[in-house]
């Protein structure tokens, strides 16, 4: 093996040098001539021809807007029916229409319809049997929900194609809230989670004291497809390896710019879900405020302050209610979480779209009931016995081997990136552990922990450390560029747990980890 690597660098440094990359990752097929325009970099000519078939440098010109549906009266999920205890998930081929043409995307999706809702209540056992009709691997990761290693979805457990594997769990105590399940097989979940494969749980608590007001609640979950001029999936460019897939189009349920009609002056309960790859929500309704009720792990020990704005990185979800006193639209502000490769000419998409979703108001005003002080009891997390830190990296290597170059690009953790046959280290079941996400990147990247939900402590910038304002149960956890998050932990099932940045694209480059708990 005769192969020289003669470039290893952290992608930032490598782009703001004007190294300019044009193999597709992990592609080894390059002609030497070309390998030297890269290490002259600079004044690079306009995008070569390069770029193979399946792996653009970056996206062609997307979908004109105005030729999406919009305006319809935003659907509800369809919930999936339990007969005691166990239902079916055919994961199958699918298509939407999006267009006013009326022609239709192929997706793929948990049935026939498209992905349903999974609505279910503490200490109820499901038994979901999972039929995989895709023409590859894939697993169901039920995001957020403490269930069993072995009945995790992790990727060491990949159902084949055309086969048929029963996951079955007990929602546990306390665990009301809302999550929702994707595929997770070896460097495939990005792929798969644009396909379409991403849908909603929500576990309800029997006392659960919001339920008490008797307001309307409504599921927001968000997806973000990347879609062509013909309104089909784009395959996933090199840039959105990098950069995440953020997607052209921000879809509320599976439409795109709907309209929710409400009572004037109604309070809601929205469950907000970011299921999008890799796409920030800077989330707000113009001067309507939100009260947020609740993260990722279900409900707060009280209702937070009202704020016009709130953000939800990629798998993060909230609860809020919302009191609408006339009409308006949700929209997604800008959010700068960092870009890559704009001195390559790969610069950040200027998004199109920031309306989501429209609020009319219509019929009799309502008297929006006062929220109660107290929602739920939290036992914050007690000392820690273990410290341990997990420095977030990019690299990008070149090397070359009989004439051909091939170019990798690495996420890592700690320096690694994830190998299936590597345990990063052990951990005790019922131990309280701290932990040091160190973001050492120019990006942001949310942190998500199998397993557990975790309680973030304190955040680290610029040297200042700030405590985490309220008690909150997580499973993701954004961590800035440039931030030192620090979170608490204590996994009470033994079995592996997988550890990872939630931007799908990076998870499946590497940056990935994986521990078991003894
Ligand atoms: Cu939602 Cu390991 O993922
Ligand atoms: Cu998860
Ligand atoms: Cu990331």
């Not at 990359?21 to 592609?27: D, G, L, S």
């Not at 159902?159 to 809230?177: C, K």
């Not at 990005?190 to 339920?211: E, W």
């Not at 949700?330 to 959010?335: D, I, K, S």
């Amino acid at each position: 093996m005769n192969r020289r690597q003669f470039l290893a660098q952290s992608i930032g440094t490598a782009l703001a040098l004007g190294w300019v990359a044009r193999t597709p990752v992990h592609a080894e097929s390059m002609p030497m001539d070309h390998s030297m325009h890269m290490m002259h970099g600079g004044d690079a000519p306009a995008m070569p021809a390069m770029a193979m078939p399946d792996m653009p440098m970056m996206n062609p010109a997307g979908i004109d807007l105005t030729k999406l549906k919009s305006g319809e009266p935003l659907k509800a999920f369809t919930p999936i029916v339990f007969n005691q205890g166990k239902a079916d998930l055919m994961i199958q081929p699918t298509e939407q229409v999006w267009l006013k043409s009326g022609s239709s995307t192929p997706l793929w999706g948990y049935s026939s319809a498209g992905n349903s809702l999974i609505d279910a209540t503490e200490g109820d056992t499901l038994s979901i049997n999972v039929m995989n009709h895709l023409p590859e691997d894939t697993t169901v990761h039920w995001h957020g929900v403490d269930v069993p290693s072995d009945q995790d979805g992790h990727p060491h457990m990949p159902i084949a194609s055309n086969q048929s594997h029963t996951y079955q769990f007990t929602l546990p105590a306390d665990s009301a809230g809302t999550y929702w399940y994707h595929p997770h097989p070896h460097k495939r979940t990005s792929f798969q989670a644009a396909q379409g494969l991403a849908a909603p749980i929500i576990i309800r608590s029997k006392n659960d004291p919001l339920t008490a007001l008797n307001i309307p609640e409504q599921l927001l979950f968000f997806t973000a497809p990347e879609l062509d001029a013909e309104g089909k999936i784009a395959p996933i460019s090199m840039s959105e390896q990098m950069n995440g897939r953020i997607g052209n189009v921000v879809l509320v349920n599976g439409q795109y710019q709907p309209v929710l009609t409400v009572a004037p002056n109604s309070m809601h309960r929205l469950r907000l879900v970011n299921a999008t790859n890799a796409r920030y929500l800077r989330l707000s309704f113009g001067k309507t405020a939100m009260v947020q009720v609740g993260t990722d792990g279900g409900l707060l020990t009280k209702p937070l302050a009202p704020q016009t704005e709130l953000l939800l990185a990629p798998a993060e979800r909230a609860e809020v209610c919302v009191t609408f006193t006339e009409a308006t639209t949700l929209q997604a502000l800008y959010y700068d979480k960092g870009w890559m490769g704009g001195g390559m000419g790969w610069s950040e998409p200027k998004s199109d779209q920031t309306h989501l979703l429209a609020i009319q108001l219509s019929g009799d005003a309502a008297t929006p009931p006062k929220l109660p002080e107290q929602l739920r009891p939290i036992q914050a997390l007690g000392e820690p016995k273990v410290t341990r830190q997990f420095v977030l990296g990019e690299k990008m290597a070149m090397s070359m081997e009989n004439g051909k170059h091939s170019m990798t690009m690495d996420f890592l953790i700690n320096d690694k990136a994830f190998d299936m046959k590597r345990i990063d280290f052990t951990a005790k079941a019922n131990e309280v552990e701290l932990w040091e996400i160190i973001n050492n990147t120019d990006m942001d990247h949310p942190f998500h922990i199998h397993g557990s939900q975790f309680q973030v402590v304190s955040i680290e910038e610029n040297g200042k450390v700030t405590d985490f304002p309220y008690l909150a149960w997580k499973d993701t956890v954004n961590t800035k560029k440039g931030q030192t998050v620090r979170l608490k932990i204590m996994q009470d099932l033994k079995g592996l747990r997988m550890y990872h940045c939630h931007v799908l694209e990076h998870e499946d480059l590497g940056m990935m980890g994986q521990y078991n708990v003894l």
